[in-house]
């Protein structure tokens, strides 16, 4: 199953964005899916997670700012990201997991602005 995210843009800080993840097959294919994200010399790190039972866990970071969710009927997963900051400039790559998958998007671009 592969991932197709968008919705990766410009902004100032305080704008929102919302990014999407499209799978090619069923995210049901995925015990987990994700949003990571990777600045210029830093690791990826985890944002946020989504279970199929629907266990969410947001990295401390961008508690309170963002949100996950997903649509089962679209085989989509989004997040809602609000009152963005410069620290949240870095290309975003979404994720599934399961015993079979682990697969990632090409990753999208976000630029907060001061």
């Known amino acids: 199953v592969q991932l197709q995210a968008s919705g990766g843009g410009s902004v100032q800080a305080g704008g929102s964005l919302r990014l999407s993840c499209a799978a090619s097959?069923?995210?049901?294919?995925?015990?987990?899916m994700g949003w990571y994200r990777q600045a210029p010399g830093k690791q990826r790190e985890l944002v946020a997670l989504i279970s199929s039972r629907g266990y969410i866990n947001y990295a401390d970071a961008v508690k309170g700012r963002f949100t996950i969710s997903r649509d089962n009927a679209k085989n989509t997963i989004s997040l809602q990201m609000n009152s963005l900051k410069p620290e949240d400039t870095a290309v975003y790559y979404c994720?599934?997991?399961?015993?079979?998958?682990?697969?990632w998007g090409q990753g999208t671009q976000v630029t907060v602005s001061s």
């Open positions: 994720n599934g997991r399961s015993s079979v998958y682990d697969s």
């Open positions: 097959g069923s995210i049901f294919s995925f015990v987990v």
